[in-house]
Nanobody, 115 residues
Framework: QVQLVESGGGLVQPGGSLRLACTASGSIFRFSAVGWYRQAPGKQRELVATITVGLSANYADSVKDRFTVSTNNAKNTVYLQMNSLKPEDTAVYYC?????????WGQGTQVTVSS
């Protein structure tokens, strides 16, 4: 049973920063890729950023040059550093892990960007 536990969401002003963390139950080496998706009210869930076991990162165009995805394998944790946040980044952010057979999801953490 894979468990993904997110932390780090909250309320931040436009232009601010937040760092999300997602800790997996067990080694993240077993996954081909880990990363983050988000879902805003009334919208479909969308990819934000993923990183493969070979450390190849992929970003949505809307977050390139502002967000950075990284891992700490010793802590079984994947991070999302979010800088220069905009109101349109407001969403529930979900951690994701993919082992080529299944997709696993965390419970989600709310990020609200507002003045």
């Amino acid at each position: 049973q894979v468990q993904l536990v997110e932390s780090g969401g909250g309320l931040v002003q436009p232009g601010g920063s937040l760092r999300l963390a997602c800790t997996a139950s067990g080694s993240i080496f077993r996954f081909s890729a880990v990363g983050w998706y988000r879902q805003a009210p009334g919208k479909q869930r969308e990819l934000v950023a993923t990183i493969t076991v070979g450390l190849s990162a992929n970003y949505a165009d809307s977050v390139k040059d502002r967000f950075t995805v990284s891992t700490n394998n010793a802590k079984n944790t994947v991070y999302l550093q979010m800088n220069s946040l905009k109101p349109e980044d407001t969403a529930v952010y979900y951690c994701n892990a993919n082992d080529r057979r299944n997709m696993y999801w965390g419970q989600g953490t709310q990020v609200t960007v507002s003045s």
